[in-house]
T-cell receptor
Framework: GDSVTQMEGPVTLSEEAFLTINCTYT??????LFWYVQYPGEGLQLLLK?????DKGSNKGFEATYRKETTSFHLEKGSVQVSDSAVYFC?????????FGTGTSLTVIP | NAGVTQTPKFRILKIGQSMTLQCAQD?????MYWYRQDPGMGLKLIYY???????DKGEVPNGYNVSRSTTEDFPLRLELAAPSQTSVYFC??????????????FGPGTRLTVL
């Protein structure tokens, strides 16, 4: 069935470090891909999305490119801040359903 | 706009009790979803609805029921609570038209403990 596999955490980085969180997917057809972020005690919020191959989603300095050939949607940010500390979820949509990865916890230390 | 609201925020149930988790949205979204989030397991889809009167099962529907009598409300019912249903429950809604197509808007969650 359809699924998402993302890099396990937790990840701890120093402020201004480069971030990569890996995400690969398995899906029939042509899914849309998403990254969501969850801050402590809150629901998930959309960070960025891409709806077709080679699309790049971007928001708040985060980027991810939809790579059909490698079935990947890796999240990157050039310089992380303390405020980026959160749990990040990769997700895909096929048909009417969404499938989420297990989440990667990021802590950024000053 | 309040967005997606969920009540209650917290609840403790005894085994075998029943309860309804409430979810409402004021964005006129046709699509609504219920997820459970277990530690280290990500979100699993319980049920979803594509419009009033239409519901369908997700990955983990056993032990739950839903109804959708209006566009705004999508309650989740637990009939006989079991410890395995201890989790955080999130409701979400989305539109299939416009610039926010397929963006899921999540409620703040309900933390349920079954003892």
């Amino acid at each position: 069935g359809d699924s998402v596999t993302q890099m396990e955490g937790p990840v701890t980085l120093s402020e201004e470090a480069f971030l990569t969180i890996n995400c690969t997917y398995t899906a029939t057809g042509y899914p849309s891909l998403f990254w969501y972020v969850q801050y402590p005690g809150e629901g998930l919020q959309l960070l960025l999305k891409a709806t077709k191959a080679d699309d790049k989603g971007s928001n708040k300095g985060f980027e991810a490119t939809y790579r059909k050939e490698t079935t990947s949607f890796h999240l990157e940010k050039g310089s992380v801040q303390v405020s980026d500390s959160a749990v990040y979820f990769c997700a895909l949509k096929t048909g009417n359903q969404f499938y989420f990865g297990t989440g990667t916890s990021l802590t950024v230390i000053p | 706009n309040a967005g997606v609201t969920q009540t209650p925020k917290f609840r403790i149930l005894k085994i075998g009790q029943s309860m309804t988790l409430q979810c409402a949205q004021d964005m006129n979204h046709n699509y609504m979803y219920w997820y459970r989030q277990d530690p280290g397991m990500g979100l699993k889809l319980i049920y979803y609805s594509v419009g009033a009167g239409i519901t369908d099962k997700g990955e983990v529907p056993n032990g739950y029921n839903v109804s959708r009598s209006t566009t705004e409300d999508f309650p989740l019912r637990l009939e006989l609570a079991a410890p395995s249903q201890t989790s955080v429950y999130f409701c979400a809604s989305t539109s299939r038209t416009g610039p926010s197509t397929d963006t899921q808007y999540f409620g703040p969650g309900t933390r349920l403990t079954v003892l």
